[in-house]
C-alpha cells in the first residue's frame, strides 16, 4: 500500500505543476524554465545526499537505463510539456496525460516485448480513442493540435521512462536513483536552449513561488516518491494511479487559473479513464 501512497502524492503534485508552470511563464521562457526548475532541484537532491552520507554509485552496467531514463524522462519530456503548456490549456494537459498508463503498457508491448492481455490491448484501443476526441481542433478553445500532439508524444517517453526505471530500481535507493536522472536531464537541457531565444522578465513574488514549487515539490519530492512507488508496483502498472492527474490537474485548472471546462474535455476524460481501467485493473480468476 504504501507504494501506491507514494505514487498518488507523486501524481498529485505533478497534476499542479501545469498550474505553476503557466504562472511562471509570465517572467521565463519554457525551456528556460525547465533548466532554472532543474538546475535548483539537482542542488535540493545533492544536498540531501550529502546529509544522508548517501555515495552510492551507478554500476557501468547501469549506465544505458540511467541515461536513458533522465534524458528521455526528464530532458526531453519536460521540454515538449512545457512548450505544450503554452500551445494548449492546463485541464487538457492533465486530461491526456492521464492516457500514460495505456501508452506505457504499448511501449511495453512494441519496444520490450511484453505480450499484453486482451484487456490491455482494449484499454489502449480505448485511450487512443479518448486522446483522438481530445486533440480534435476547436477554434474556440484555447487548445491547439500540435500542444496537443507534443503531450501525446511525451507519453511514449514516459513509457520508457517507467521501464528504463524499474530495470534498475531494485538495485538502487530512490535518492541516487532521482539525483542521478535529475542532474543529467538538467545537463542535457543545455544544448536545447538553441531551439528557443531565452526570455527572463521582471521576476513577481508569484513566479518566484511557482518556481521554487516546481524544483522543490514538482521535481524533487514527486520522482522521490514515484521512484520508490516503482519499487513495488509492476511496470506495465505502475502509472495507475494517474487515473487521477485529470481529476487533480482539471480541478486545480479550474479552481486557480479559471479555465472552462467544455464538453469535448468531459467526454475525451471519460473515454481515457475508460481505458486506463480497462488497461491497468486484472481479470478476475
Excluded at 25 to 35: A, D, G, I, K
Excluded at 78 to 96: G, V
Excluded at 143 to 148: A, D, K, M, Q, V
Excluded at 248 to 275: A, D, H, K, P
Amino acid at each position: 500500500m504504501r507504494y501506491y501512497l507514494s505514487a498518488i502524492l507523486a501524481i498529485l503534485f505533478w497534476s499542479s505543476s501545469f498550474i505553476a508552470t503557466k504562472i511562471a511563464y509570465q517572467s521565463v521562457s519554457p525551456l528556460l524554465l525547465c533548466m532554472i526548475r532543474f538546475a535548483i532541484a539537482s542542488i535540493l537532491m545533492g544536498a540531501i545526499c550529502l546529509l544522508k552520507g548517501n555515495r552510492q554509485k551507478i554500476e557501468k552496467q547501469d549506465l544505458k537505463p540511467v541515461l536513458l531514463s533522465a534524458i528521455l524522462g526528464i530532458s526531453v519530456y519536460y521540454a515538449l510539456e512545457n512548450i505544450a503548456l503554452q500551445k494548449t490549456s492546463a485541464s487538457d494537459t492533465s486530461l491526456i496525460e492521464a492516457a500514460f498508463p495505456a501508452l506505457t503498457a504499448l511501449v511495453g508491448l512494441t519496444v520490450y516485448r511484453e505480450r499484453p492481455s486482451k484487456r490491455m490491448l482494449a484499454g489502449i484501443l480505448i485511450s487512443i480513442a479518448g486522446i483522438a476526441v481530445l486533440t480534435e481542433y476547436d477554434p474556440s478553445e484555447s487548445s491547439s493540435l500540435f500542444g496537443n500532439l507534443l503531450l501525446l508524444a511525451d507519453g511514449f517517453l514516459w513509457g520508457f521512462y517507467n521501464y528504463e526505471t524499474k530495470s534498475i530500481s531494485g538495485k538502487y535507493d530512490s535518492f541516487t536513483m532521482t539525483f542521478y536522472q535529475t542532474v543529467i536531464g538538467t545537463i542535457f537541457f543545455l544544448p536545447m536552449m538553441v531551439l528557443e531565444k531565452p526570455m527572463l522578465t521582471s521576476i513577481t513574488p508569484s513566479v518566484c513561488l511557482a518556481i521554487l514549487y516546481l524544483s522543490a515539490a514538482c521535481s524533487v519530492a514527486a520522482l522521490l516518491l514515484y521512484n520508490y512507488g516503482l519499487k513495488g508496483i509492476p511496470a506495465a502498472n505502475a502509472a495507475i494511479i494517474m487515473n487521477l492527474m485529470p481529476i487533480f490537474g482539471v480541478f486545480f485548472s479550474w479552481l486557480i487559473l479559471q479555465e472552462t471546462i467544455s464538453l469535448r474535455q468531459v467526454f475525451g476524460g471519460i473515454i481515457i479513464l475508460i481505458g486506463v481501467s480497462v488497461s491497468t485493473t486484472r481479470q478476475p480468476a
